[in-house]
């Protein structure tokens, strides 16, 4: 009975640990909500999706530097506990302006670019 005890403590352990490690990157897309057209408005948008642990930070950039006015939606989770997220500013791109995103999650950043579909 000993041992069959000792096998179940075990496999809750393993799962438990298995949850408290996992990690997953985050699939991120930029684009506008509709088509890029200069000078026309226009709505900016960053997903992020199927990342763990849910600690996360968005910015949206124009030429490398923060646009304040941006706002996010709530982190929401699947049902396999990966979560998403989304952030957004109205914009109206100009010629030469570089919109990017920027997301940090477990301490590594990187940058995503807008792609005008022009």
Not at 4 to 11: A, C, E, R, T, Y
Not at 47 to 59: C, E, G, Q, S, T
Not at 63 to 81: L, P, S
Request: charged share 15%.
């Amino acid at each position: 009975m000993n041992t069959h005890i000792l096998s179940v403590v075990f496999g809750i352990y393993c799962l438990v640990g298995s949850a408290v490690t996992k990690q997953s990157a985050p699939v991120v897309q930029v684009y506008s909500r509709t088509k890029g057209v200069l000078g026309k408005a226009n709505i900016l948008l960053c997903h992020v999706n199927k990342f763990y642990p849910p600690v996360i930070k968005l910015d949206l950039l124009r030429n490398g530097v923060v646009i304040n006015q941006a706002n996010q939606t709530e982190m929401v989770f699947e049902a396999d506990w990966d979560y998403f997220v989304t952030k957004h500013v109205p914009f109206s791109p100009k010629s030469g302006e570089k919109y990017t995103c920027l997301v940090t999650h477990m301490g590594i950043s990187r940058t995503f670019v807008w792609e005008p579909d022009m």
